[in-house]
Nanobody, 115 residues
Framework: QVQLVESGGGLVQAGGSLRLSCAASGRIFAIDVMGWYRQAPGEQREEVASISPGGGTRYGESVKGLFTISRDNAKNTIYLQMNSLKPEDTAVYYC?????????WGKGTLVTVSS
């Protein structure tokens, strides 16, 4: 089993910044892609950003240039630096990892951006 634990969510004013962290633990041999998804109330879950073990990144169109994903392979941890936050960024942010061909999800951390 693999556990993903997110941290760093909270309430921030529009224009502010937050940094999310996700630490993986458990039966980890090699973690493949890790990333962040988010789900706003009444909306479908969408991909925010992902990062490969080698550092290759991919971003959703709405966060390009505003959010930055990074990874510390030694700590099995990824980060999401979110800048210039907008009220529409309000959502539960979920950590995702592919390990051994299987998908794992964290429980999510709530980010609320007030206008």
């Amino acid at each position: 089993q693999v556990q993903l634990v997110e941290s760093g969510g909270g309430l921030v004013q529009a224009g502010g910044s937050l940094r999310l962290s996700c630490a993986a633990s458990g039966r980890i041999f090699a973690i493949d892609v890790m990333g962040w998804y988010r789900q706003a109330p009444g909306e479908q879950r969408e991909e925010v950003a992902s990062i490969s073990p080698g550092g290759g990144t991919r971003y959703g169109e709405s966060v390009k240039g505003l959010f930055t994903i990074s990874r510390d392979n030694a700590k099995n941890t990824i980060y999401l630096q979110m800048n210039s936050l907008k009220p529409e960024d309000t959502a539960v942010y979920y950590c995702h990892a592919v390990v051994g061909g299987l998908d794992y999800w964290g429980k999510g951390t709530l980010v609320t951006v007030s206008s």
